[in-house]
Nanobody, 123 residues
Framework: QVQLAESGGGLVQAGGSLNLSCVDSGYTFRTNAMAWFRQVPGKEREFVAAIGRNMDYPYYSNSVRGRFTISRDNTRNTVLLVMNNLKVEGSAIYYC????????????????WGQGTQVTVSS
């Protein structure tokens, strides 16, 4: 069973940084690829970053590559997203998600989701 809970969102000025954390209180964290997505009202959920079960193959959307870093700690069932040089267009609800197959970039291929954490970037 996978139970995901995000934290770390908030309000930050453009150019600032935030660190998001997602904890899985279930028992299958190590068997899942993990990812971060974001969504604004009226738009489809957007891929941000993903990482394999063995902390391998991290990859990013073009819009965040070079500014965001995804990592995971399998001893603490935690996946992190370090966000630097945030932009106003990065304001969204950020979700972590778990996938039992592959390391997909499509939200429909993820099996479990957290409730999300709000990130607001002001100009």
């Amino acid at each position: 069973q996978v139970q995901l809970a995000e934290s770390g969102g908030g309000l930050v000025q453009a150019g600032g940084s935030l660190n998001l954390s997602c904890v899985d209180s279930g028992y299958t964290f190590r068997t899942n690829a993990m990812a971060w997505f974001r969504q604004v009202p009226g738009k489809e959920r957007e891929f941000v970053a993903a990482i394999g079960r063995n902390m391998d193959y991290p990859y990013y959307s073009n819009s965040v590559r070079g500014r965001f870093t995804i990592s995971r700690d399998n001893t603490r069932n935690t996946v992190l997203l370090v966000m630097n040089n945030l932009k106003v267009e990065g304001s969204a609800i950020y979700y972590c998600a778990a996938a039992s197959r592959g390391i997909p970039a499509t939200w429909t291929e993820y099996d479990n989701w957290g409730q999300g954490t709000q990130v607001t970037v002001s100009s």
